[in-house]
């Protein structure tokens, strides 16, 4: 059973930094993509960044790119969320899932979500 769940939330200046952690369980499987969402209010939930576990493959969404950058530790258990130079438009809450598909990040019948975690970028 894949559970996972996301932690390091919180609200931040403009420029700030912050970083999302996500404790993943239960995901099998030699190529498996996991990765971040976030959705504003209003707006439908979008991927941002997925990774291939066991690998260095990853993808970013243009809104996102040379800003964020998303990890894996060795084992799959905890992918992580670098997020720099935030932004307003960044405040959001922002989930990980797994797994996804690999080529556009879409969900798969079998995706699993966390709780969510929010983010606020705010002066």
Sequence with gaps: QVRLVE???????????????CAVSGVS????????????PGKER???????????GTFYDKSVKGRFT??????????????????????AMYYCAAPISCGMGTLLLETRWG?????????
């Design 7 to 21: 932690s390091g939330g919180g609200s931040v200046q403009p420029g700030g930094s912050l970083r999302l952690s």
């Design 29 to 40: 499987g030699r190529s498996v993509c996991m990765g971040w969402f976030r959705q504003s």
């Design 46 to 56: 979008e991927v941002i960044a997925y990774v291939l576990t066991g690998s260095s």
């Design 70 to 91: 998303v990890s894996q530790d060795n084992d799959r258990s905890t992918m992580d969320l670098q997020m720099n130079s935030l932004k307003p438009e960044d405040t």
């Design 115 to 123: 709780q969510g975690t929010q983010v606020t970028v705010s002066s």
